[in-house]
């Protein structure tokens, strides 16, 4: 009798739904999530007219705190479908209202194939990606260096990156009860070019987002290298 051949394990993330378009759950509650922050900070929105007004975007941010994910938001007209941390999503209601939001799972630093495949349906559907290319918060608030997940998307997809700097969330706790004030910078449209490798593309793409923010917060990302 013939040995049976072994089967790879179905990813768990499979059996569940992730919702590509804006959900009802969704509809309903980012207004009250948009009053909630009203009341903990000022948002000020610069270059919002750079986010195509339609088709596949891959937005990429600093991160900053666990706030950052809101004014994102909240700055630009179009639904943000992010690529989150599992952690986040490893209470079974706190995922499923997550999912409902737009959210996904993704495994850091295992290389996570299931995540990459999701992120490339979402942009199939002509939607925008969130995504924080430095993997996690800065506790100096300055630029890490950044993954190259964003820029392999971006190159095996043809889809845009838009760059976007945040400023501010890192005080919203230090602040409260008083508002603060967040700032989010929206830059021009980076184009993959046929040829470029990922490594360059995000270095390009952390270049733009470091010149929308104050000297001190550019970290690795401070100085271009000579030829770039």
């Known amino acids: 009798m013939p040995a049976e051949l072994p089967t790879s ?12 378009r804006p959900t009802f759950v969704r509809r309903m509650v980012v207004p009250i999530l948009r009053g909630l922050f009203w009341l903990v900070a000022h948002l000020q ?9 339609q088709g596949a975007v891959i937005v990429v941010a600093n991160h900053l705190s666990t706030f950052d994910v809101f004014p994102l938001q909240f700055a630009l007209p179009r639904p943000i479908f992010f690529m989150a941390k ?8 706190f995922d499923a209202l997550l999912r ?5 799972p993704v495994y850091r630093g295992s290389g996570d194939t299931w995540a990459m495949r999701h992120a490339a349906r979402v942009l199939e559907k002509g939607q925008v990606l969130g995504i924080f290319p430095e993997g996690t918060r800065s506790k100096k608030h300055q630029l890490a260096t950044a993954r190259s997940g964003a820029a392999r998307l971006a190159i095996a997809t043809g889809y845009p990156i838009v760059p976007v700097a ?3 969330t890192q005080r919203i706790l230090a602040r409260f009860p008083h508002r603060c004030l967040v700032t989010v910078r929206v830059g021009t449209p980076i184009l993959p070019a046929a040829d470029i490798l990922p490594l360059e593309l995000t270095d390009r793409m952390m270049f733009a987002l470091a010149e929308m923010l104050p ?6 990302y401070a100085r271009h290298p000579e030829g770039f």
């Not at 599992?86 to 209601?93: G, W």
């Not at 000297?215 to 690795?220: H, I, L, S, T, Y």
């Open 9 to 20: 394990p179905i990813d768990p993330r499979e059996k569940k739904r992730y919702y590509i």
């Open 45 to 53: 929105v610069e270059g919002v007219e750079n986010l195509p007004t």
């Open 86 to 93: 599992a952690e986040l999503h490893a209470n079974p209601l």
């Open 100 to 104: 409902q939001l737009g959210s996904f």
């Open 166 to 168: 945040l400023n501010g």
């Open 215 to 220: 000297e001190e917060m550019r970290g690795v």
